[in-house]
T-cell receptor, first 112, second 111 residues
Framework: SQQGEEDPQALSIQEGENATMNCSYK?????LQWYRQNSGRGLVHLIL?????REKHSGRLRVTLDTSKKSSSLLITASRAADTASYFC????????????FGRGTSLIVHP | EADIYQTPRYLVIGTGKKITLECSQT?????MYWYQQDPGMELHLIHY???????EKGDLSSESTVSRIRTEHFPLTLESARPSHTSQYLC??????????FGSGTRLTVV
């Protein structure tokens, strides 16, 4: 399946530390997206990276994409307690309907 | 912050009842989607629409139906709710090849 798989499943860090989450997928993609979900709420779009891009930044977020390894990483620098959430990657297959499929997410806890 | 609205936020109903979950967006997006998500699990696409009078079933087999009579409105209906329908339902919209905007979700419990 095209579904992205996040790793690790759970991550617990102290405020101020960096958090890195990874996403692997199986087939060629048009783009890969990262989302955040606070407990019991909807998802918030963070970054979309296209297959011809290698790195994107947004504030304290840095996303990389390695299409040769079919993987992506999300780095949150100088984490804050408010970053506590689940983070999902979603992959949109190339040549397809562009509807992304979601993984199970990484649960991040940032301790104050 | 959200330009996509879902109601109700929480719903507890009895088995066999007919329910409609509402979803509206103010961004003029052509594409809209319904996902089902159990706690701690991935999202499963149950329905999507590329525009008015366009609806398609997603990857997850569902006993629900949707309609798209207006661009901004994409309601989901369960004709006869069962305990197996207990879940969170998330509505989203997007432009082509762009990120999704999600609503806050409806948490449905069928007793």
């Amino acid at each position: 399946s095209q579904q992205g798989e996040e790793d690790p499943q759970a991550l617990s860090i102290q405020e101020g530390e960096n958090a890195t989450m990874n996403c692997s997928y199986k087939t060629s993609i048009n783009n890969l997206q990262w989302y955040r979900q606070n407990s019991g709420r909807g998802l918030v779009h963070l970054i979309l990276i296209r297959s011809n891009e290698r790195e994107k930044h947004s504030g304290r977020l840095r996303v990389t994409l390695d299409t040769s390894k079919k993987s992506s990483s999300l780095l949150i620098t100088a984490s804050r307690a408010a970053d506590t959430a689940s983070y999902f990657c979603a992959t949109a297959a190339s040549g397809g309907s562009y509807i992304p499929t979601f993984g199970r997410g990484t649960s991040l806890i940032v301790h104050p | 912050e959200a330009d996509i609205y879902q109601t109700p936020r929480y719903l507890v109903i009895g088995t066999g009842k007919k329910i409609t979950l509402e979803c509206s967006q103010t961004m003029g997006h052509d594409k809209m989607y319904w996902y089902q998500q159990d706690p701690g699990m991935e999202l499963h696409l149950i329905h999507y629409s590329y525009g008015v009078n366009s609806t398609e079933k997603g990857d997850l087999s569902s006993e629900s139906t949707v309609s798209r009579i207006r661009t901004e409105h994409f309601p989901l209906t369960l004709e006869s709710a069962r305990p197996s329908h207990t879940s969170q339902y998330l509505c989203a919209s997007s432009e082509r090849d762009a990120g999704y905007t999600f609503g806050s979700g409806t948490r449905l419990t069928v007793v």
